[in-house]
């Protein structure tokens, strides 16, 4: 970054008004790093001829082999409209729904989001998944087609045409809009033609246009054909002079997307939960640089000088070299190393930094994304949760045993640098874990520990992750503590279907419950609770809730906690195969307990509540749910049997198929136990012409007929007793 550029950078740092948070997202290939190229260039952060080929924010090694983007990369950039400076501050996001963990934490940082959306291939399932994580953390969008150049050379559109497929694309976007957001922003933020909140254009050409810009520009649909179809063969550059797509784009987003002052009003309630008249609640509201610092970490980078880089929003407050604060979740102190700002891979030391930018912290020892770090203790910002959960485990072993100390640490490390892939280190039987969104994701990780890391290891092939859970209510089942003295009372059932959707949705976030959760009870109640019920929640815990049901317990303050430990064992691992539990409602109905603390400390209370929770679970017939995944299948026509037959022979059924001119589109749900090798599968029966996208993943029923196996093989897998089916009834 030119010195002077930092300076500006600096400068404009502390005037929230001319700032600017956004994300670029996209579906996977619709041209997002090339987009982003263009921005920097723009910015005259890199050569106007590298644009589009430097993949600036594509710097990892991995990135550039496999030509997609895996991890957010942020860029703080000068741009100047209307005589003012403004400072934008950017991160480009994955495209591919493996790494669509780091969307959903690119989106906690940012105020507003560019949809990026291929004017050929319009919505995909991608675009649909970023859209609802951009509007669930409140991210305003705005809209750009891209790849116009291919709607004239290759589809051969005339004017008319063209207008119309925009058309088509723009109300899609705004019927998931309308269909997403929540009702304050369903109609407030639908994207616009004449307003200009929607552009199109090449980035790979380097121009873009809205409808503002044409009518001040006099540029007519007209130009921008003939600039392809003209004798002269680079014609596009006179629309890349006419209308350079980095001035038009940022333009929008200096007019569309709110500066972090506006956006702060209405995220804070939606991203904290703490008392809004308090000093923090009106700091983080008002973005006040002279208030507490309030910072989330979005992302951690691992440098090999530095050590921990938090790059993450600063939403309140002023962090300063050398100044000590606090990580709320990790409950310590520590002192500020460094404050940065981003120029892509480079990044470069600011002596402070204030509210409503998006910096890197170095010194937050040990910190993980979603840590909220502020000057004293405070209300921790809400959980970062995923669209998607892992599905795909595999184990992981150093390639000599010398190395084993080695792998512990840098498998920290990798659940640091991408938190959407879980790590499992079981001290006990030596076995590591690594838990992933699908077969690339784990790919991509076990190469960078390779070739990054340099330490070589050996992974089993993919394991399934299935789910337990109960199919009615259950008797009231005691559980005794070892000592005999304290009894608990459980019922375990199936949780309502709308409470499993808004815990999935983040409307209930996942954790302990503070009596009288305003928010909690308030959508309990619309979901059709009385608010007696909704009282007695006291744990929210991976899909499932506890609710405490005893009435004048006098010591039961004293052993809650205890209780919710046994509780969010069992729901880790459940009676039939120790496998996480799912959707399931456990009340504790009653309890009888010793007068004397010493005879009711965790010793006796844990195994008393792993049993009552456990035995409960066994009469209300537990069973196993398996995850299945609903694919976007895209062929060309001619392949449709070869397809059904792929679906069927994978235990998948066609949900359904639209065939337009030469080229079909499938929509099918699959289990993910059959999918491994799809991708090659499918090559094989199109073929290499036909492609998948995730569209969304759940948990259903396995069929009767494989219960009893699958849970065996689990079983034996773990190193479980299997000798018969009573042994999964004792435990």
């Known amino acids: 970054m030119a010195d002077k550029t930092t300076e500006k950078v600096k400068e404009l740092m502390r005037i929230p008004e001319m700032i600017r948070n956004i994300g670029v997202c996209a579906h996977i290939d619709h041209g997002k790093t090339t987009f982003s190229d263009n921005l920097l ?26 030509g997609i983007t895996i991890d957010a990369a942020n860029v703080s950039m000068v741009h100047q409209y209307e005589g003012n400076d403004f400072l934008i501050n950017l991160i480009d996001t994955p495209g591919h729904v493996d790494f669509g963990g780091d969307v959903t934490r690119a989106m906690r940082a940012v105020d507003g989001a560019i949809v990026l959306i291929d004017a050929v291939e319009g919505i995909m399932p991608q675009t649909e998944t970023v859209l609802k994580q951009a509007l669930r953390e409140r991210v305003k969008p705005v809209l750009f087609i891209n790849k116009v150049d291919r709607l004239i050379k290759e589809v051969k559109l005339t004017p008319q045409q063209m207008q119309e497929r925009f058309i088509k694309i723009i109300n899609d976007v705004n019927r998931l809009i309308r269909h997403i957001a929540t009702d304050e922003f369903k109609e407030k933020w639908q994207v616009n033609v004449q307003e200009g909140s929607v552009s199109f254009g090449s980035a790979f050409h380097k121009w873009g246009v809205n409808f503002p810009y044409m009518q001040k520009h006099q540029i007519s649909f007209k130009d921008i054909i003939d600039a392809y179809t003209s004798e002269k063969e680079d014609g596009y550059k006179v629309l890349h002079e006419k209308a350079p797509v980095h001035k038009v784009v940022l333009e929008m987003v200096i007019k569309h997307h709110p500066n972090p002052k506006e956006a702060q009003k209405y995220r804070i309630p939606h991203i904290w939960r703490g008392d809004q008249e308090s000093i923090e609640g009106k700091s983080l509201i008002n973005c006040d640089v002279n208030g507490p610092v309030g910072f989330i970490c979005t992302k951690i980078d691992i440098d090999k000088h530095a050590g921990e880089v938090a790059a993450g929003r600063l939403f309140s407050g002023t962090v300063r070299q050398g100044d000590e604060v606090y990580m709320n979740l990790a409950k310590r102190k520590v002192r500020v190393q460094q404050v940065i700002i981003y120029k892509g891979a480079q990044r470069i030391q600011v002596s402070e930094a204030v509210a409503g930018n998006i910096v890197g912290i170095i010194g937050l020892k040990d910190v993980f994304a979603g840590e909220t770090v502020s000057t004293n203790p405070m209300e921790p910002f809400e959980a970062l949760t995923h669209l998607f959960e892992p599905v795909i485990t595999k184990s992981i072993e150093a390639a000599k045993a010398s190395d084993l100390p080695r792998l512990v640490e840098v498998l920290k490390q ?25 077969e690339l994701h784990l790919e991509v990780i076990e190469n960078r520990i390779k070739r990054e890391k340099g330490l070589n290891v050996k992974t089993s092939a993919p394991i399934v992750v299935y789910r337990e859970t109960v199919l009615k209510k259950s008797a009231e089942i005691e559980g005794k503590s070892p000592n005999k003295h304290n009894k608990f009372y459980i019922i375990v059932e199936p949780l309502e279907d709308n409470v499993y959707q808004a815990i999935k949705s983040g409307e209930i976030p996942e954790g302990r419950v503070k009596k009288n959760d305003k928010l909690l009870l308030d959508v309990l109640r619309n979901l059709g609770w009385d608010a007696k019920m909704a009282r007695n929640v006291r744990d ?22 205890l209780v919710l430990d046994g509780f969010e064992q069992v729901m880790k691992e459940g009676p039939l195969a120790r496998e996480p539990g799912v959707k399931m409602k456990v009340c504790l109905m009653d309890t009888k307990l010793h007068e004397d603390a010493i005879h009711r400390g965790p010793a006796q209370v844990l195994p008393a509540v792993r049993a009552a929770i456990k035995g409960a679970m066994l009469n209300a017939g537990a069973l196993i749910y398996e995850p299945v995944q609903i694919l976007q299948i895209e062929a060309p026509g001619t392949y449709i049997g070869e397809i059904s037959k792929l679906v069927q022979n994978k235990r998948g059924q066609l949900l359904e198929m639209n065939q337009e001119g030469e080229h079909i589109t499938v929509k099918a749900k699959l289990p993910v136990g059959e999918m491994f090798g799809l991708s090659n599968d499918l090559r094989s029966a199109t073929g290499g012409r036909g492609v998948q996208y995730l569209v969304d993943q759940m948990y259903e029923k396995l069929p009767n007929e494989l219960q009893q196996k699958i849970i065996r093989s689990i079983r034996e897998r773990k190193g479980l007793s299997v000798d018969e089916d009573l042994a999964i009834q004792k435990e």
Request: hydrophobic share 35%; aromatic share 4%; no cysteine.
């Open 540 to 561: 929210v815990f991976k899909g499932n809730l506890f609710l405490d049901q005893t009435r004048g317990e006098v010591h039961i303050g004293e052993v809650i906690e």
């Open 41 to 66: 260039s723009g910015a005259g952060m890199i050569s106007d001829e590298l644009a589009g080929k430097q993949l600036a924010l594509d710097f990892r090694e991995d990135e550039q082999e496999r």
């Open 414 to 438: 990798v659940n640091k640098e991408d938190p959407s892939v879980t790590i499992e280190i079981n001290e006990e039987t030596g076995e590591n874990l690594m838990h992933g969104m699908g």
